[in-house]
Structures are given as structure tokens and as C-alpha cells.
């Protein structure tokens, strides 16, 4: 099918870095299952590869078996896998089985799967097939491209992302009169697309009570094509009223408040017993959400921030001057990286 020319990478490095490439275009649509690339090569030439296209369809080794042309090549060809071939029943069979079945010589696997089904039991697997495997090449890349899923299961709570948009002074909103409703726009237009994107890329939303009553958000993916998150309101009295945006029916919609527990059609109210982002989140790991966007308030943003509980934060800084209003958070680190889109600058900070 394909040749690979040699570059500074060694070609397991090469094969890998494909299957990490692959993996990504699933990223949209297979979540709460990991982002999966797998590649089949016969005599320094690819003759097979696939992803895991979208949850509860066929696994990326499935796929990448399925389109080689030639399946007698299998049993003289290796078959690099970004993470740990699956050894349990789920919606699909054990894709390590399908490897043993298929006879492939060789696996290559960028990097172990620490979901407590899978963990070292595909690679024992395919072991005790007689089967030569090799673990963690790209091992970082690898892990780094399902950080959300890795953070899941080793941490038990969902990748936390803070994100929000302030004044070149500061703020995250000017001063309001008392009635005054809707978005005091910081960022460019073509910003706001970039976080539809983002949102896109998320299992769910969350805001505080503040947020939804000032700017009446919807909290969904208009501006990109993609999937809308489930939405997270934090409203401990249930002070909001059902007019909100937030309470059409376009996506999922939790309300987690001080007072009931109830599922009406979209909308399910959690009570806990205070305001918590461990709670939250332990709640939220509990639905298999593997990620949360925080958009806001500046309260909410601070919860996180003050709780230690955030993995990853993306600040907007726009052109605008507000002067005075409500301040932006403030995460005392450098910047990961920084860089500006359209008249904005974005700065991204990890936590670790």
C-alpha cells in the first residue's frame, strides 16, 4: 500500500508516530474509549492500517486487519498499536484475539493500557501466543494523546480544562447595571469558533449559576462541526430559571444543586451535600465523563484553581480595556506556550 522513507526516527518510531496520526481523527467521536491508531507492515511497507472511528464500533486493530488486501501476508508482518490491544469482552471482542487468530508475527505497542480490564492482559496474552512484543515506543506521545482517558483511570475523576477570556487589564467582564443581560464579548470572532472546537473536543461543559444568569449561555458546538458536550451547571438553590439557554434540549444538561435528585427528559439535578469540586467530579466519574470544560465564572474557574484539581488551562487575552469589573483568576505558573490568534493571545498551562 504505502512505503515510509527513514528519517531521524527509527522505523518502529515512524510506524508509531502514524498510528498516534491515525488515532487523532477519531478524537471527536469515540470518547469515553481511548483515541486508537494500529498500522500493519509487510517488508518495510504499510499494507494495512486503521483507527477506532467512533464508540461501540470496530477497535483501530479491527480495522487495519480488515483492510489488507492481501490477508496471507499477515503471519510475516508487524503490527504497531499506539496503545495495548484490549483483552476483555466490551461492545467489540478482545482485539488481542484477533491478533492471535490473524497470526501476526510481530506487535509493536506505543503504550500500556491502565484500564483495570485491559492492563498487561493483552500483552500476556499475545505473549502466550508465542507472539514477539515490544512496549513503549512513542510510550510519552502515545500517553499524551489519551491523556483524558489515562487521567480517568489512574486518577478517577475527569481531565479538568479551565478555560476563559479576559481584557487586556484583567477582567473577565465589565461592570453590569442590575439588570443588564448577555456576553461582554473580550475575544475576536474567529476565537469563538476555536472554542466551539474546543468544546467539540470535551465530554461535558461546566459553568457556575452567575454565568448562565449574566450571559444566558447555550453551551453548545454552533461554530464547528461536532458533537454538544454535556452541560454542567453548579446552581446549589436552584435559583435559575427554565427559560435558560441551558435548559433546551439540545444536549445533556446536569444541575448540581443543594435541594433534589431528579431526571426530567435532558435534565438530571444532583444534590451533594456542598458546593465541591471533588464532589463534582467524583460525581462526573461515576457517568464515565472522562473530561470537563470549565468556561466559568471567575468563582468557579478560582474553585479549581484553589482545590489543585485542573490538569490543563487555556487563558484568552483580547484587545479590549474594561477598567474595572470583575477580575480573572489567576494561576500562579508561567505559560506552557503561548501564541496569538487573530487579534487575541492564547496562553496554555499544564499543570504538571
Not at 491478533?99 to 501476526?104: D, R, S, Y
Not at 454542567?232 to 439557554?245: F, G, R, T, V
Request: aromatic share 8%; hydrophobic share 35%.
Amino acid at each position: 500500500m504505502k512505503s515510509v522513507s527513514s528519517c531521524s526516527m527509527n522505523m518502529d518510531e515512524i510506524y508509531m508516530q502514524r498510528c498516534i496520526d491515525l488515532a487523532r481523527l477519531g478524537q471527536l467521536h469515540v470518547a469515553p474509549n481511548p483515541m486508537v491508531g494500529a498500522v500493519i507492515v509487510h517488508n518495510n511497507k504499510i499494507i494495512g492500517e486503521g483507527f477506532h472511528q467512533k464508540f461501540g464500533e470496530a477497535h483501530a486493530e479491527v480495522n487495519a486487519i480488515r483492510s489488507v488486501q492481501h490477508p496471507e501476508l499477515l503471519s510475516e508482518s508487524t503490527i504497531y498499536v499506539s496503545l495495548e490491544p484490549c483483552a476483555h469482552h466490551g461492545k467489540t471482542p478482545p482485539c488481542s484475539d484477533l491478533i492471535v487468530e490473524n497470526k501476526l508475527k510481530r506487535v509493536v505497542i506505543g503504550c500500556k493500557d491502565s484500564f483495570s480490564k485491559v492492563s498487561g492482559k493483552g500483552i500476556d496474552k499475545l505473549k502466550k501466543a508465542g507472539i514477539e512484543v515490544e512496549v513503549g515506543v512513542l510510550e510519552a506521545q502515545c500517553r499524551d494523546l489519551n491523556k483524558r482517558f489515562f487521567t480517568f483511570h489512574e486518577r478517577q475523576r475527569p481531565y479538568v480544562i479551565l478555560k476563559w477570556a479576559q481584557s487586556k487589564d484583567g477582567y473577565l467582564d465589565k461592570v453590569r447595571q442590575a439588570d443588564e443581560k448577555g456576553v461582554n464579548w473580550i475575544s475576536a470572532p474567529e476565537t469563538k469558533a476555536l472554542v466551539h472546537k474546543w468544546r467539540a473536543e470535551e465530554q461535558s461543559i461546566l459553568v457556575g449559576r452567575k454565568t448562565v444568569q449574566n450571559d444566558d449561555p447555550s453551551l453548545t458546538v454552533r461554530e464547528f462541526s461536532g458533537n454538544n458536550p454535556t452541560r454542567i451547571i453548579i446552581d446549589s438553590q436552584l435559583q435559575l430559571s427554565m427559560d435558560a439557554n441551558i435548559f433546551s434540549n439540545e444536549a445533556p444538561t446536569i444541575i448540581f444543586n443543594r435541594v433534589k435528585n431528579e431526571v426530567k427528559d435532558n435534565i438530571e439535578w444532583i444534590r451533594i451535600a456542598e458546593t465541591n469540586t471533588r464532589l463534582i467530579l467524583d460525581e462526573l466519574y461515576k457517568r464515565n465523563i472522562l473530561s470537563v470544560f470549565v468556561e466559568g465564572g471567575s468563582r468557579t474557574l478560582q474553585y479549581f484553581i484553589f482545590d489543585n484539581v485542573w490538569d490543563e488551562a487555556r487563558i484568552i487575552v483580547g484587545n479590549t480595556v474594561f477598567g474595572e469589573g470583575t477580575k480573572a483568576p489567576i494561576i500562579s505558573k508561567v505559560p506552557t506556550y503561548s501564541y496569538s490568534f487573530s487579534s487575541d493571545t492564547i496562553h496554555h498551562y499544564f499543570r504538571k
